[in-house]
């Protein structure tokens, strides 16, 4: 027993081995505050194009879509989605893991192919601003069933590389 305590005391005086460092960098940190969400509409060369929307937060995804609906404003963009009254602007979102499936109150001949990145581009900018991956695969389901609804989009502005 006498020969233990040397040992015990020689190992407990070395430590665990882990050496101090210096500080590391690990990029930019959150705000945690947004002054507004991010949607897309077109402009006159038919360029996707993001619009800062002033809301003083982020909100969820279901309130960005929902605000893309109701149009681009005054800002000189347009849309290419058909305008809906302030009552159908509702928009199901379902998101899980590499995939966000949007349910919305159109109809498959009510979006061009662009106004269909409007939808995916709002939606990723929403997710990825809130910490999700860019990688991140968007499905839009209309109210009529098209071979559309089945497709799994990507956002030609949002490199998924971020």
Excluded at 80 to 95: F, Q, W, Y
């Amino acid at each position: 027993m006498r020969r233990t305590w040397p040992a015990a005391l020689a190992l407990l005086l070395a430590g665990c081995g882990v050496q101090p460092s210096g500080v590391t960098d690990a990029g930019r940190a959150p705000t945690g505050v947004a002054s507004g969400v991010t949607l897309y509409f077109v402009d006159d060369q038919d360029r996707l194009r993001p619009q800062l929307r002033s809301t003083g937060r982020l909100g969820p995804m279901s309130e960005a879509m929902s605000l893309l609906l109701t149009g681009p404003g005054h800002s000189g963009l347009r849309s290419e989605i058909t305008p809906r009254g302030e009552n159908t602007t509702r928009v199901v979102v379902d998101s899980g893991p590499g995939l966000i499936r949007l349910t919305t109150p159109l109809a498959r001949n009510e979006v061009t192919p662009q106004g269909i990145d409007q939808i995916v581009c709002t939606a990723l900018s929403v997710w990825v601003q809130g910490g999700g991956a860019a990688t991140t695969r968007v499905q839009v389901g209309f109210t009529d069933r098209t071979p559309e609804s089945d497709k799994l989009r990507t956002c030609p502005l949002i490199s998924p590389g971020r």
